[in-house]
Every structure is written in structure tokens, then in C-alpha cells.
Nanobody, 123 residues
Framework: VQLQASGGGLVQAGGSLGLSCTASGRTFSWYVMGWFRQAPGKEREFVAGIRRSSGTTYYADSVKGRFTCSRDNAKNTVYLQMNSLKPEDTAVYYC?????????????????WGQGTLVTVSS
């Protein structure tokens, strides 16, 4: 499956951004979808994940209550709505797909990755 992420940009602290990731090539609804991020000099970390059909979501503690992950299987798209952004949210954000029934939180479990989109939050 090919993943194309979009929606990054520059925003002031306290602002909002929405990311999208559109999949092609395989049946999107088979895949658990995850969002990860990687800040300069840091390891890639789990941000949010969503199960295949139930829509059950999981979040890192650092974004819980501020970020919302959703998916539209008819549009082959997963979304990440980011509110109340903080400078520490600055990173390249990646979407990823895992052929599984459960969301996992480690990047090496995911089979396919998007190209990443940069989110910069200014203070």
C-alpha cells in the first residue's frame, strides 16, 4: 500500500492543524493506521493509532486530549486533528499502516510508511 501524507505547516503555539494520509494500492480497511513523529535528534515516537473498522483510537500521553485520530475507509484516508499545539509538537509526522487487528505502538511493527510532513509550532 502507498501512503501520501499532507497538511503540515507552520502554526503558532495554541493553534491547530489537520493532517491527512491517503492510501492506495490495497484494501485500506484491512490496515491498522498509526501516526508517528520524529523531532530533530530524537527517535520516532508513536502519536496515535486507530483500529481497522471499530475506529477505536489510542494516543500517546503527550497528545491525549489535544489530538484526534479518525479514518474514513470509504475515502482510504486517515486523519490527525491537532489542537492546542505546543512547540514540543514540532516534528516530521508520518502515517503508517500495519496489517493487523490491533494497534501497536512501536514503529517496527508497521509495514508501510508515508513520506512524512513537517509540522512546526512557533512559540
Amino acid at each position: 500500500v502507498q501512503l501520501q501524507a499532507s497538511g503540515g505547516g507552520l502554526v503558532q503555539a495554541g493553534g491547530s492543524l489537520g493532517l491527512s494520509c491517503t492510501a492506495s494500492g490495497r484494501t485500506f480497511s484491512w490496515y491498522v493506521m498509526g501516526w508517528f513523529r520524529q523531532a530533530p535528534g530524537k527517535e520516532r515516537e508513536f502519536v496515535a493509532g486507530i483500529r481497522r473498522s471499530s475506529g477505536t483510537t489510542y494516543y500517546a500521553d503527550s497528545v491525549k486530549g489535544r489530538f484526534t485520530c479518525s479514518r474514513d475507509n470509504a475515502k482510504n484516508t486517515v486523519y490527525l486533528q491537532m489542537n492546542s499545539l505546543k512547540p514540543e509538537d514540532t516534528a516530521v509526522y508520518y502515517c503508517a499502516a500495519e496489517l493487523s487487528s490491533r494497534v501497536t505502538f512501536t514503529s517496527n511493527e508497521y509495514d508501510y510508511w508515508g513520506q512524512g510532513t513537517l509540522v512546526t509550532v512557533s512559540s
